[in-house]
């Protein structure tokens, strides 16, 4: 505030006090609208002024000088405030326009392109493209025979792939969810040894699948008991030395085949080996698939696959076989595949059964090629055992119960024909009503027999040293497993960055928005022309004041926070909605759950960032706010951090379909809580303020306005609108470290429901 001579008003005499003003009620109107009108100049010998824009007076006022260049000036100036350094602020300026965010955006934008469109991995990669170019011409789908020969065991071997002989023995399993119902599984009792390729047949709904899981430890059998070696235990706890391929081929989508086969071998093979080591291994396995000259094709989806659905599943399974499992479970491997490429994949995991590694897999109609291949067979119908033992004896044994199989049929046609209870016995014993129940009862009474083998196997398998101690040391070999927490970061880190940088219209689009919302929320403050705060003058020039405007920054604060909460909940939802299938395969296969969140959350850092600098750098543009551009950035990332980690949270709860929906729903009430309708004094007065602090849109909207505020504490009496609005003044700190607190708190809850949520399908 300062004071300036001038000369009396039209009514003042020499002797009379100055007057404020012309006694006409147009001059009083347009005095208190406006500062730039001939009405506010001074009208009395001392009639103190506020400094006009585009000015300065330096104490004690009497001097008026224009605003230097580099420098802005706004209403009630003392002394210039400097401009950024990017910043345009020509002489006389009463505001700053920040250009600082422009050109970094635009610097980080050009990068970007480069990185997405130029891509390194096509230069680095141009040799191998030709030297497997021949290799990809003489290649084709049937000549996987050919191709799967065992090069894996030319993988690189050390005391963590040397396994012993390993036997499992299940006895009387059963599982049932509850009481009332009918087991899923009952009954089931056998044995499969080291080196075995076993085949599960049976219908549709026969339990096959729930068995494999009640194998792997995937299940607590409600009943009856699983050993390996001997030992009562769960194969659950050796599930690092384990490989699962389930029936749907869950792969990353935006990885090719080698950086996919690559990433499960750095994850989960031996930590002792090298790069280069890693690579052969790759290498190997790829070239076991006949899967080598697809070696740098992105993997695709299930929607829009850019390999053959034989080449997914062969993918599939190399994920498992490149950790160097000791058993490798497959949920029907077979299905979807031609009769030529399943009895080569077939051909392959019987030589792989060779090498020593137990081998068990459903089947789905499988042709006599196959059926004869195999080393073990089990029939089920209804949960219930019908057969369990040689394929060769299969025949044979239901000959005996009078069902009529031709030497020149299928065999294993006929057999799950007979589990469907669709072929007819001619023994008296086996009527056509129940038949599944009255064969699982007649094969109960060769159980004495069964059991006698399983001792047999049992007491074998303890004279030659495959004693516990064996099962221990398996224990601690699966413990010393896979990268460190820090290596999985490392690279399922990588492995996002990746995913995010080959998606480039869904990540061009998300920082487009995040542009938008700023530039629209700047057109509307344009015209204010920097000025958001309007009070009342500090003592004694309180006369002089014209109308207050303390909801104008809250209001920002608010339209800030609901711009942010429709940029950013649909790209938070995606960061762990779109790879739920992939987490849940993942995690049963023993990744660390924490090193993935901490991965995903560290990828999403540099889209964040990109989004809050593009919507800041349209927003301060336009509005020109009197804050400095770099802590304005601060609380627009914060945010954005927030926004994500809530939509995060809301993805892992509930299914991808409906967590866009709801995460913009909830980013949109945590945004409206921000004080300003209903104003926060209000709701103190409710006795509700506890629950607005729950919602880091109060702590937002607090922190912009006491940096605005800052700005006119010389000027206003900044504390009395203070005590209008509700908001604190003087910790903008406290406000930064609460939104901080409270992203972080939805991503504890987001990685608490990725563990918790569906966690059956994590086992």
Not at 156 to 176: G, K, M, V, W
Not at 406 to 411: I, L
Not at 629 to 656: D, E, I, N, Q, T
Not at 743 to 760: P, S
């Given at each position: 505030m300062t004071a300036k001579t001038s000369t009396l008003g039209p009514e003042s005499k020499g002797i009379e006090p100055p007057q404020y003003c012309a006694p006409t009620k147009e001059c009083l109107a347009v005095r208190l609208q406006t500062v730039e009108n001939t009405c506010n100049q001074p009208q009395g010998l001392y009639e103190p002024i506020v400094c006009t824009k585009g000015h300065y007076c330096p104490r004690p006022g009497d001097q008026r000088y224009i605003c230097p260049a580099k420098h802005y000036c706004p209403l009630g100036t003392e002394s210039p405030v400097k401009c950024g350094p990017l910043s345009v602020c020509p002489s006389g300026s009463s505001r700053e326009f920040h250009l600082d965010g422009f050109v970094v955006a635009l610097v980080l934008d050009i990068i970007l392109l480069i990185i997405i469109f130029v891509p390194l991995h096509l230069r680095v990669h141009k040799l191998d493209f030709k030297r497997y170019r021949q290799d990809s011409q003489s290649s084709s789908e049937e000549d996987l025979e050919a191709a799967a020969r065992?090069?894996?065991?030319?993988?690189?071997?050390?005391?963590?792939?040397?396994?012993?002989?390993?036997?499992?023995?299940?006895?009387?399993?059963?599982?049932?969810?509850?009481?009332?119902?009918?087991?899923l599984v009952s009954s089931i009792s056998g044995s499969i040894q080291r080196g075995m390729l076993c085949g599960i047949l049976g219908p549709s709904g026969a339990g096959k699948t729930t068995l494999m899981r009640l194998l792997m430890g995937k299940l607590e059998p409600t009943k009856g008991i699983v050993e390996v070696n001997g030992m009562q235990t769960t194969l659950s706890r050796l599930k690092k030395l384990t490989g699962y391929v389930p029936s749907d081929d869950i792969l990353p989508s935006h990885l090719t085949v080698y950086e996919t086969i690559l990433h499960a071998c750095r994850v989960r093979g031996p930590r002792k080996w090298s790069d280069e080591q890693r690579s052969v291994a790759t290498q190997s396995i790829m070239q076991s698939l006949g899967i080598l000259h697809i070696q740098h094709q992105l993997v695709g989806d299930q929607v829009m696959s850019l390999i053959s659905s034989g080449q997914r599943k062969r993918v599939s399974i190399a994920m498992e076989l490149i950790a160097a499992p000791m058993m490798l479970f497959l949920d029907e491997p077979t299905s979807g595949l031609d009769s030529t490429t399943a009895m080569?994949?077939?051909?392959?995991?019987?030589?792989?059964?060779?090498?020593?590694?137990?081998?068990?897999?459903?089947?789905?109609?499988?042709?006599?090629?196959?059926?004869?291949?195999?080393?073990?067979?089990?029939?089920?119908?209804?949960?219930?055992?019908?057969?369990?033992?040689?394929?060769?004896?299969?025949?044979?044994?239901?000959?005996?119960?009078?069902?009529?199989?031709?030497?020149?049929?299928?065999?294993?046609?006929?057999l799950l024909d007979i589990a469907a209870s669709k072929a007819r016995s001619a023994s008296p014993h086996i009527g056509t009503v129940n038949m599944a129940q009255q064969l699982a009862r007649m094969w109960e009474q060769q159980q004495c027999i069964q059991h006698e083998a399983i001792q047999h196997t049992k007491d074998k398998t303890e004279s030659n040293d495959l004693s516990r101690d064996i099962v221990v040391d398996l224990e601690h070999t699966a413990a010393l497993r896979g990268a460190s927490w820090l290596r999985q970061v490392q690279y399922s880190h990588v492995r996002a960055m990746k995913q995010q940088l080959r998606q480039p219209i869904s990540l061009l689009l998300e920082i487009a928005v995040g542009g938008v919302a700023g530039l629209l929320i700047g057109l509307g403050l344009y015209s204010n022309k920097g000025m958001h705060f309007q009070g009342v003058y500090l003592t004694p020039f309180e006369m002089l004041s014209s109308a207050v405007d303390y909801s104008t920054v809250p209001k920002i604060g608010n339209m800030i926070t609901l711009a942010i909460a429709l940029a950013a909940s649909a790209p938070g939802v995606s960061t762990f909605g779109d790879e739920k299938s992939l987490y849940w395969r993942e995690a049963a296969a023993g990744h660390r759950r924490s090193a993935y969140f901490t991965a995903k959350v560290l990828a999403t850092i540099p889209r964040m960032a990109l989004s809050s600098l593009h919507f800041t750098s349209f927003y301060a543009?336009?509005?020109?706010?009197?804050?400095?551009?770099?802590?304005?950035?601060?609380?627009?990332?914060?945010?954005?951090?927030?926004?994500?980690?809530?939509?995060?949270?809301?993805?892992?709860?509930?299914?991808?379909?409906?967590?866009?929906?709801?995460?913009?729903?909830?980013?949109?009430?945590?945004?409206?809580?921000?004080?300003?309708?209903?104003?926060?004094?209000?709701?103190?007065?409710?006795?509700?303020?506890?629950?607005?602090?729950?919602?880091?849109?109060?702590?937002?909207?607090?922190?912009?306005?006491?940096?605005?505020?800052?700005?006119?504490?010389?000027?206003?009496?900044?504390?009395?609108?203070?005590?209008?609005?509700?908001?604190?003044?003087?910790?903008?700190?406290?406000?930064?470290?609460?939104?901080?607190?409270?992203?972080?708190?939805?991503?504890?809850?987001?990685?608490?429901?990725?563990?918790?949520?569906?966690?059956?399908k994590q086992r």
């Open positions: 065992p090069t894996f065991l030319s993988m690189p071997s050390d005391h963590e792939t040397d396994y012993p002989n390993i036997s499992i023995i299940y006895q009387d399993i059963t599982f049932e969810l509850s009481e009332s119902t009918r087991p080569a994949l077939i051909d392959l995991l019987k030589k792989i059964s060779e090498t020593g590694v137990i081998v068990v897999c459903i089947l789905h109609q499988p042709r006599q090629e196959i059926f004869d291949a195999l080393d073990h067979v089990m029939l089920m119908a209804d949960g219930m055992q019908l057969y369990e033992g040689s394929p060769g004896e299969a025949a044979g044994y239901f000959c005996s119960q009078g069902f009529d199989i031709p030497k020149d049929a299928n065999p294993a046609d006929c543009i336009l509005a020109t706010p009197s804050i400095n551009f770099w802590l304005l950035y601060v609380l627009v990332l914060l945010y954005f951090y927030c926004v994500y980690g809530l939509a995060s949270a809301v993805s892992v709860a509930v299914k991808r379909e409906n967590g866009a929906l709801l995460a913009m729903i909830l980013c949109l009430i945590i945004g409206a809580f921000g004080g300003y309708a209903p104003m926060l004094s209000n709701v103190q007065s409710w006795h509700l303020e506890w629950l607005w602090r729950m919602c880091p849109g109060t702590w937002l909207t607090e922190a912009y306005f006491d940096l605005v505020l800052k700005r006119v504490e010389h000027l206003y009496d900044v504390h009395a609108a203070a005590a209008w609005t509700g908001f604190s003044l003087g910790r903008t700190s406290l406000d930064v470290l609460m939104i901080l607190v409270i992203g972080t708190f939805y991503r504890a809850l987001t990685f608490v429901g990725l563990v918790y949520f569906d966690r059956d």
